[in-house]
C-alpha cells in the first residue's frame, strides 16, 4: 500500500477511518512490525491518559466553580461607552461613575425581579392580568406601555407554558412581567424593565436573592431578569434559552 | 432538549484541565476562569453550535494567556531536543503519566489531550484551537512520539520553566 501515511496510522489507532481505509491499513501493517508497534503504544497512551484522568469526572463539583460569575472583562459596548465619556469628561471619571451606576443598577434589577417574583408566583387565582390566551393584547399592551417592542420567548421545549402577563410599577417606570408554569406547577418569571439610563448591554450575570434564583442581562433600554425558585443549573438551561430568543 | 447548560460540562473540562494544568487546584482556577469568561462571552456562542467545543476553545485561551503571564510557556522541541539529562529506568506506571504530559510542549499537549483524553475528532481538535487539521496531526505525531521517548526513559525529565 503506497499511500499511506502517519496520518492513517493516527487515524486508525483513534478508530477514526471508514471502513474501506481501515482494512487497507489493517493489511498494511500486517507486513509492518514498526508501524503495528506504533499503534499499539499509540492506543495505551489513549488508554492511560483515560484510566488516569476519568476518575475526575466522578468528584463532585466544587462550589466556586458552581457559583461561578461572569468575568469582570469589559465587554465591547463598554470599552466603546468609556471611550466615548473619556472624550468629553476624562477617562478616570467616568469610568468611575459608570462602574457606580452599573453597580447600582446591577443590584436593583434581580433584587426588583426576585420580589416581584415572590408575590405573583405563589398566586393561585390572579397570577396574571391577561392570561395568555389573549398573547397578541398582552404583548401589545405592554409593548405600549414600556415604549419597546417586547418579544415573548416560547419555552414549550424547555416544559413551560406562558401563563400570561401584568404591568408593574418599576424603578424607573413601568415594568413587564411574563409568568410561565411547567407540568408541575413550578412557576419561572422574565421581568422586563424599561432603563432610563443610556442604552448599552451586558453580559449574562447571576444573583441568588434568598430562595429565588435569577439570571439577569441588560440590552440597550431594556433590563431583563429570568426569576425562579430552582437551582441554578436548571434555571441557568432556561434562561440561556430566553437570551438566545431575544438576541438572536 | 439540546443541551444548552454550560454548568453540565463542568465535570469534562475539570477533567481536561487537570491532564493540562496537572496540579488540581491550578486546574479548577482553570476551569473557574473558563467558566467566568464563558458566562461573560455567551451571547457570542451560535445556538445549535458545540458548546463543548467552544468551551474548550475559550479555555485553551486562558490557559495560554495564564502561561504567558506565568512565563512559562514550554520550550519547543528544538530547546527540548538539545537538554540533556540520565535517562529514567522507571517502568511505564500511571503515576509516571502526569509527570511525562508536563514534558511535553503545550501545543502538543493540548492536541495530545483532546484526541486521547477527550475523543475529540481532528476536525473538532482544528476548530477549538483555531490551527489547521494538518497542524493538529503534526502535532499529536510530535507529542505521541515525545510521550513514548519519556515514558520508556530516553528523552530529559528535567524540569522545564522559562524563567525570564
Sequence with gaps: MSNLTETDLHAYADGRLDDVRRVQVEAHLAHDAAATESVRVWRAQNEALRALYNPVLNEPVPQRLLAARPSRRRWPNYALAAGVMGLSFGLGWATHSYRTDRFAEAAALPHRAAVAYAVYAPEVRHPVEVGADQQDHLVKWLSKRLGNELKVPRLTQQGFELVGGRLLPGGKGPVAQFMYQDAKGQRITLYVALRDAEPRDTAFRFSQEDKVAVFYWIDGKLGYALSGEMDRASLLAVASVVYRQLNP | ?164
Design chain 2, 1 to 164: 432538549m439540546e443541551s444548552t447548560s454550560i454548568t453540565e460540562h463542568i465535570p469534562r473540562l475539570r477533567r481536561y484541565a487537570r491532564a493540562l494544568a496537572g496540579d488540581s487546584h491550578r486546574a479548577d482556577d482553570l476551569v473557574q476562569d473558563t467558566l467566568e469568561r464563558a458566562l461573560a462571552k455567551f451571547y457570542l456562542w451560535r445556538h445549535g453550535s458545540d458548546l463543548r467545543a467552544w468551551l474548550f476553545t475559550i479555555m485553551h485561551n486562558v490557559f495560554i494567556n495564564q502561561l504567558k503571564a506565568r512565563r512559562e510557556l514550554a520550550l519547543d522541541d528544538a530547546v527540548l531536543d538539545g537538554l540533556q539529562s540520565a535517562p529514567q529506568s522507571d517502568p511505564f506506571e500511571l503515576r509516571d503519566l502526569d509527570a511525562a504530559l508536563r514534558q511535553l510542549p503545550v501545543e502538543q499537549r493540548e492536541v495530545l489531550l483532546l484526541v486521547g483524553l477527550e475523543q475529540l475528532s481532528y476536525a473538532e481538535v482544528s476548530k477549538a484551537l483555531g490551527i489547521p487539521v494538518g497542524t493538529v496531526m503534526s502535532r499529536l505525531s510530535r507529542g505521541r512520539d515525545r510521550l513514548r521517548a519519556v515514558m520508556s526513559g530516553t528523552s530529559t525529565v528535567t524540569s522545564l520553566k522559562l524563567v525570564k
